[in-house]
């Protein structure tokens, strides 16, 4: 009776913690939220250092998409409002990684100046940008596996150029670096591909993309700055791969670096 | 200066900060002139009452009286789709 007792209190005892934390964390999830509205609702009453604070309380944690989505648009927008100097300001709200999701204004509560300005500084940014998401190491480490990790992030360099077609972008090097993000992205495409026909049973299906990654599917540059480099030897090739790809870097055995026009896209 | 003589100063009326916002968003027009689109942050006007127009091409114009308070913070906002 009394081990009963005891017995009891400790469950009970438990699922007051699980509770305490379980409304901790949500709390914790429903802040950015509540802080977005916040500085939303100071934005409109043209409160606007107030909402910038608020919103620099937010911190790094952003809950859902949406949310991080509209804090990422007023913590660009709102340095224009607050003052001079706002130049600057919006470089460094579009330029920060994070804010990579933001393409084009989105917040229907801007004037119409606003877009025309904010188009301006990502056309500006945009190349620097689009390197940057293409220099990665884990860009790098993907096409030397050719596994499918750095699909994303390509992906995401290829709508950045697009962008940047489309903002009319004057930049040589983007040409080269469209065709560099197109060719990989068919190369682990296929990969991935012909890895499912292996699990299902079936022989790999030819395809288009195959065929159109062929010329990108000799060994290509991987690392940041990366060089070019030749096939590897036949005893690497037979060992490495069976129905898999592999995509060759300088860091593998019998690489050498020589010329080639689409590496030098790498470089820049 | 002669006694007795009257001249003439000029004083100029000391100058606040305002800012202006407005839902979804509106032209500004202080006391007759253009002040520029919404948000405007730091828009000097002189202490004291001044007329604002809000004008949206589709929602339209309102106006407002301003008081330019040395106290501060001036916040004029406004929403035009109500």
């Given at each position: ?143 030397r ?73 000799r060994p290509v540059a991987s690392r940041?700055?990366s060089r070019p480099r030749q096939p590897a030897p036949r005893s690497r090739v ?9 995509v060759y870097s300088v860091d593998d055995e019998g690489v050498s670096p020589s010329s080639g026009?689409?590496t ?5 | ?82």
């Open positions: 009776m009394r081990l009963s007792s005891q017995g009891h209190r400790h469950e009970s005892g438990t699922l007051v913690i699980v509770g305490i934390v379980l409304v901790a964390a949500g709390s914790r999830a429903r802040a950015p939220r509540i802080r977005s509205s916040a500085a939303k609702d100071l934005y409109a009453s043209a409160a606007y250092e107030d909402a910038l604070s608020t919103l620099s309380r937010t911190g790094r944690r952003l809950g859902a998409p949406d949310v991080a989505r509209q804090v990422d648009e007023y913590r660009a927008l709102l340095p224009v409002c607050a003052g001079p100097h706002a130049g600057s300001r919006i470089d460094r709200g579009v330029d920060d990684p994070r804010r990579n999701r933001w393409r084009g204004w989105t917040a229907a509560d801007a004037s119409p100046r606003l877009e025309p300005m904010f188009a301006d500084v990502r056309k500006r940014l945009l190349p620097s940008l689009i390197r940057e998401r293409f220099r990665t190491r884990e860009i790098a480490r993907s096409i596996r050719a596994s499918r990790g750095a699909e994303p992030q390509l992906t995401e360099a290829r709508l950045m150029i697009a962008e940047a077609e489309e903002l009319g972008v004057k930049d040589d090097g983007l040409a080269d670096l469209s065709v560099l993000v197109d060719g990989f992205l068919q190369l682990i495409r296929s990969v991935g591909r012909s890895t499912a026909s292996r699990a299902a049973g079936r022989p790999p299906r030819p395809s288009p993309s195959r065929a159109a990654a062929a010329p990108s599917a940041r700055g037979a060992r490495g791969r069976r129905a898999r790809a592999h026009r689409s030098s896209a790498c470089r820049r | 200066m002669t006694a007795g003589k009257t001249i003439a100063v000029r004083v100029e009326p000391p100058k606040v900060s305002v800012s202006v916002n407005a839902r979804p968003w509106a032209e500004i027009v202080l006391d007759g002139d253009s002040a520029g689109q919404t948000p405007i942050a730091n828009l000097l006007v002189t202490v004291g009452p001044h007329e604002m127009v809000f004008r949206h091409p589709q929602f339209g114009e309102r106006k407002q009286t301003v008081d330019g308070d040395r106290e501060g913070p001036n916040r004029i906002a406004a929403d035009l789709t109500k």
